[in-house]
């Protein structure tokens, strides 16, 4: 579904992604982990090129994401990727409704009650359907985020990229973002996770990237991964973690 080729990525002479190669496949679950700083918000946000790469080939389920394109294609490309970000970014003068309804109507001309539908059935699925006609500065951050979420998949996008959805939240409020991102993943969603919490990455991850200056140092399965990580620098990470 989303595949990096010898993909590299400057801010003037600081090397931010350096020769990424890795794959998510379709349905998979993958967390990226790793200190801060290490790139992987830059990574997931290459995906649907909110940061532009400088060498390597990025490819979205067949479709090239680098490389010269036109605005309407962007539109089009953004439009197939679910992208929740750390700040939620809701329209804040846009009641709840409103903010889920508004690409389905706008970028794909669905009618208005169709849209109020879906939107309904979103909200009843990450648990707020009782909420549809507030506004996001009513909600708490956990509200906010999994509205965020369902926003995102009002667009039935073929998969869902999550950049550090919970760290903006007070730690009461993370479960539930989590539960709503468990049961995507239940139902198949192919998912790319930027997160820190570790016991989310143990429970559902298919994947886990481990990355440090640019690089993806290690890629395991979450059992491999916890319990006999490889490479230096990833099992200082997680001892480091342990002794927090």
């Not at 998510?24 to 940061?51: D, H, Q």
Request: proline share 5%; aromatic share 8%.
């Amino acid at each position: 579904m989303i595949s990096f080729n010898q993909v590299n990525k400057w801010y003037g002479d600081y090397h931010a992604l350096v020769d990424i190669s890795a794959e998510v496949k379709k349905g998979e679950v993958v967390v990226v982990c790793g200190p801060s700083g290490s790139g992987k918000s830059t990574l997931i946000r290459t995906v649907n090129r909110l940061e532009e790469i400088q060498s390597g080939e990025l490819q979205f389920d067949g479709s090239k994401v680098n490389g010269p394109i036109g605005g309407k294609e962007l539109n089009q490309l953004r439009s197939r990727i679910g992208f929740v970000f750390q700040n939620f970014n809701l329209f804040p003068h846009m009641s709840v409704l409103e903010n889920i309804m508004f690409s389905p109507i706008r970028l794909r001309g669905v009618g208005k009650a169709q849209a109020r539908e879906k939107a309904m059935a979103l909200l009843e699925r990450v648990g707020l359907s009782n909420k549809a006609d507030s506004y996001p500065a009513q909600l708490s951050g956990g509200q906010q985020q999994r509205v965020a979420i369902a926003r995102a998949l009002a667009m039935e996008p073929p998969a869902m990229l999550f950049d550090e959805p919970t760290s903006a939240l007070d730690p009461e409020m993370v479960g539930e973002v989590l539960a709503v991102m468990r049961s995507l993943a239940h139902d198949g969603m192919t998912m790319m996770c930027v997160t820190h919490e570790m016991n989310f990455a143990r429970e559902v991850a298919d994947r886990v990237w481990f990355m440090d200056a640019g690089s993806i140092l290690e890629t395991a399965d979450p059992q491999t991964f916890f319990s006999k990580p490889q490479h230096p620098r990833a099992q200082r990470f997680l001892s480091d973690l342990r002794a927090h």
